[in-house]
């Protein structure tokens, strides 16, 4: 079989995909993205023509409601869906969040386990049905759609799982999803469940049944696909497979799978593949999460074939051994690589190509930072404008407190490491200017920055990669503050890795100080 579209897609069953990126791939530890990035993501997975985009879990924070609520406003062509709890609050948020939304959709869960039942939720099996039916009645109240996951349900017991998704389903589910919470299933296991959920459901036909598989054994894609095979019609996944602990069942790798072996499933989905490359590398971009080289469809090595045996079959005739061609998957031979004679239409090409669709006024902001990166790098890479483009959107949403002006250190053998920072206060337009000693450059200028912006926090976690190959490359760094038990990340770039640390510290702190609403009293240092 080729590796292009197989014949006779027109008559095989939709399979609605449910994109949970930006909800449950967010959940993933060190993944946070502000509403500006969840947008630009929300854009790219409209694009891609996912049939509903989870957009976040409203009443967890101010922020998420409004990340939910700003995608409600733009998408027009997938449903956007918001995660409630089973109570009367979290359903009111959620609604709330989505009812700008075209096609808004509300997801209400509840834990139906033993285990959880008597730890978590303290509830007799009896209960449990009246908290669901509930939550859903009342859902349906704001929303048609509303989707309902009983928590858990591949450890809860069959006839109690077949009874809860009766129940919501009487009460107004129009699409039921079966979660394998703990990536505790196997396919055999998974595919059974569906199926008897089918032969034991008498109303499951008014419903579409979905899976959310998670990868704790590294099964989430094989259990979707199984879950597939048995009559599951919405598979809930994520952008690089990216979720809470091991991650989700990974998008690219389940549409792949189901249309590179339509033999065996017999069913299609309307997404368009071309896109799956760059959202890919859009969502590695924003979160910072690197893609694994040998991940399936997106890794580095996905289509590289390293053996001289490989390399002549793929030359003799491709489908030797790949058995789906990169173009489809959006992966490109890109020999574009820019420099400081490039203008801003090859840039624009490029960031779409990237997965960035940035309106002029974001474009020219990064156009400006890549002709000033292009006078110090002789070749800017990929992976320089996505930091390029990260920076920007990170900074969209830290208040911009304060802005480094100017840095010097030194450092050395010999001497004692210092630091002179130079500071814009955004609110007064103050300049002010000071110095401090550290046991290195880097520290010096982390003490100066806390005393003079007078933020009280400690660095957690610090991480500093070169961005390319070569000499000139840019470090990034990625690091983690706490201030007041809360946590603030921070991300810099530049050529200069101690310039590098003090804006990653910086846009830490100005989220400190933007998530404290901390006054920005001009403290102790000289004024210029
Ligand atoms: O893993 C899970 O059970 C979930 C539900 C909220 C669907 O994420
Ligand atoms: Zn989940």
């Avoid at 834990?111 to 049905?129: F, V």
Wanted: charged share 25%.
């Amino acid at each position: 079989m080729s590796a292009s579209e197989p014949s006779g897609t027109k008559d095989r069953p939709m399979i609605r995909i449910f994109d949970t990126t930006l909800r449950d791939g967010e959940q993933s530890p060190g993944a946070s993205l502000n509403a500006t990035q969840k947008l630009e993501i929300a854009k790219q997975l409209e694009l891609l023509n996912v049939d509903i985009i989870e957009a976040g879990f409203p009443i967890t924070s101010p922020d998420d409601f409004e990340a939910v609520r700003q995608i409600a406003g733009v998408i027009k062509n997938s449903t956007v869906a918001g995660l409630a709890r089973c109570t009367e609050k979290d359903i009111v948020r959620a609604a709330e969040a989505v009812k700008g939304a075209a096609k808004p959709r509300i997801h209400a869960f509840c834990a139906t386990s033993a285990i959880h039942r008597q730890y978590k939720l303290k509830r007799a099996e009896k209960e449990i049905i009246k908290l669901s039916v509930e939550g859903v009645k009342l859902a349906k109240g704001f929303v048609d759609d509303v989707e309902f996951s009983p928590e858990d349900a591949s450890r809860t017991e069959l006839p109690f799982l077949a009874e809860v998704v009766e129940a919501v389903i009487e009460a107004g589910a129009t699409t039921v999803n079966i979660p394998d919470t703990v990536g505790y299933s196997t396919p055999d296991h998974f595919e059974d469940i569906i199926k008897y959920l089918f032969a034991n459901v008498k109303s499951i036909g008014k419903a579409v049944i979905s899976v959310h598989c998670h990868n704790d054994l590294g099964l989430a894609v094989a259990n979707s696909l199984a879950a597939v095979r048995a009559g599951a019609r919405q598979v809930e996944c994520t952008i690089n497979g990216i979720g809470e602990r091991a991650g989700n069942a990974s998008l690219e790798e389940v549409v792949m799978a189901i249309r590179t072996r339509a033999d065996v499933f017999g069913c299609q989905t309307r997404i368009n593949t071309k896109r799956l490359y760059p959202l890919s590398r859009l969502v590695s971009a924003l979160t910072g999460l690197h893609v694994q080289r040998n991940k399936a469809i997106v890794g580095e090595n996905a289509f590289a074939h390293e053996a001289g045996i490989h390399q002549h079959g793929v030359l003799a005739h491709r489908s030797t051994y790949e058995i789906m061609n990169p173009e489809d998957v959006g992966i490109t031979a890109s020999t574009l690589v820019l420099g400081k004679h490039s203008g801003r239409h090859a840039l624009r090409e490029r960031l779409m190509q990237l997965g960035f669709d940035l309106d002029d006024s974001r474009l020219d902001q990064v156009f400006a930072q890549f002709k000033s990166l292009a006078d110090r790098k002789k070749e800017v890479f990929d992976e320089d404008l996505e930091a390029i483009v990260r920076q920007i959107l990170d900074e969209a949403d830290d208040g911009r407190a304060w802005e480094l002006v100017a840095l010097q250190t030194t450092g050395g053998t010999g001497v004692v490491p210092t630091a002179t920072v130079r500071l814009k206060n955004h609110q007064n337009d103050e300049i002010l200017t000071d110095a401090a000693t550290g046991d290195g450059p880097i520290d010096a200028a982390f003490t100066c920055i806390l005393r003079m912006t007078a933020v009280d926090a400690v660095l957690k976690e610090y991480d500093l990669h070169a961005l390319t190959g070569g000499r000139d490359a840019q470090g990034e760094v990625q690091l983690e503050l706490v201030a007041r038990g809360k946590s603030y990340r921070g991300r810099g770039r530049s050529t200069d890795v101690i310039e590098a640390s003090a804006l990653a510290f910086l846009n830490a702190v100005n989220r400190a100080v933007r998530g404290l609403g901390k006054a920005l009293s001009p403290p102790a240092a000289a004024k210029d």
